[in-house]
C-alpha cells in the first residue's frame, strides 16, 4: 500500500515570495506517478503538476516546480513568485503507472497544506 | 480539456430518505470513475471505484449497501446514498478517466446536508 505524507498543516508566503511545500511517500513499486492538485475555496480539484518516476528531470510549470528526490521518496513543491490566486489547499499524491492488482490507478492523497498568500 | 461535472452541487435531505448524486464526463468516455468523500479541512478519502458495466469496487470501510454505485455509460455514473443519516453529510466529488490514460479529471462536488 501506498502513503503519502505531508507535514506541513499551514504554510503562509508573501506575495511575490517563494515558498516550498513538503510531501513524502512511500510506495513498493519502482514506476508510478506522482502529482500535486490544489483545491480552492471552490473546492474545485486542479492539477498543478504531475512528475513520472522514471524521468529524472523535475517537472516544472511555469511558476511551479518540484523538487523530485526518488531515492529520498521526496517531492516538494516549489510556487515562485506567489500570488493571491494561489492560496489554497494543496494535496500530494501518488498513482501507480501500471494497473497492477486491479488498482484502476488510483490516486492516494496526502493530508493537505493550507497555503496563505499574504498581500 | 477533459470536463467532468455534477448534479446536484449542493442537496439537503431528511434522515431516513435516499439521495443520488450524478457524475458526468462530458466531452470523453470514461471507461473508470471515482467517488471520494471529504471532511472539512480534511483529505479525499476515495470510496469505490466504478468501470463501466461492472460492479464498483468498494474500499475497505466502505458500505456497499449504503452507498451504490451505478457505473452504466461511458459518461455517467451515480451514487445513491441510501436511508441518509447526518453522519453522511459531507462534500462528494467524483472523478473520470479514459482508457489507461493516468489522469483523473474532478468534478466540482456535491454538498450533502443530511438533517
Known amino acids: 500500500a501506498q502513503t503519502v505524507t505531508q507535514s506541513q498543516p499551514e504554510m503562509s508566503v508573501q506575495e511575490a515570495e517563494t515558498v516550498t511545500l513538503s510531501c513524502t511517500y512511500d510506495t513498493s513499486e519502482s514506476d508510478y506517478y506522482l502529482f500535486w492538485y490544489k483545491q480552492p475555496p471552490s473546492r474545485q480539484m486542479i492539477l498543478v503538476i504531475r512528475?513520472?518516476?522514471?524521468?529524472?528531470q523535475n517537472a516544472t510549470e511555469n511558476r511551479f516546480s518540484v523538487n523530485f528526490q526518488k531515492a529520498a521518496k521526496s517531492f516538494s513543491l516549489k510556487i515562485s513568485d506567489s500570488q493571491l490566486g494561489d492560496a489554497a489547499m494543496y494535496f500530494c499524491?501518488?498513482?501507480?503507472?501500471?494497473?497492477?492488482?486491479?488498482?484502476?490507478?488510483?490516486?492516494?492523497f496526502g493530508k493537505g497544506t493550507l497555503l496563505t498568500v499574504n498581500p | 480539456g477533459a470536463v467532468v461535472s455534477q448534479h446536484p452541487s449542493r442537496v439537503i435531505c431528511k434522515s431516513g430518505t435516499s439521495v443520488k448524486i450524478e457524475c458526468r464526463s462530458l466531452?470523453?468516455?470514461?471507461?473508470?470513475m471515482f467517488w471520494y468523500r471529504q471532511f472539512p479541512k480534511q483529505s479525499l478519502m476515495l470510496m469505490a471505484t466504478?468501470?463501466?458495466?461492472?460492479?464498483?469496487?468498494?474500499e475497505q470501510g466502505v458500505e456497499k449497501d449504503k452507498f451504490l454505485i451505478n457505473h452504466a455509460s461511458l459518461t455517467l455514473s451515480t451514487l445513491t446514498v441510501t436511508s441518509a443519516h447526518p453522519e453522511d453529510s459531507s462534500f462528494y466529488i467524483c472523478?473520470?478517466?479514459?482508457?489507461?490514460?493516468?489522469?483523473?479529471?474532478f468534478g466540482p462536488g456535491t454538498r450533502l446536508t443530511v438533517t
Open positions: 466531452d470523453f468516455q470514461a471507461t473508470t
Open positions: 499524491a501518488h498513482a501507480p503507472i501500471f494497473n497492477s492488482g486491479g488498482s484502476n490507478y488510483k490516486l492516494t
Open positions: 512528475q513520472e518516476a522514471y524521468k529524472q
Open positions: 472523478s473520470a478517466k479514459r482508457g489507461a490514460s493516468y489522469e483523473q479529471y
Open positions: 466504478s468501470n463501466e458495466g461492472s460492479k464498483a469496487t468498494y
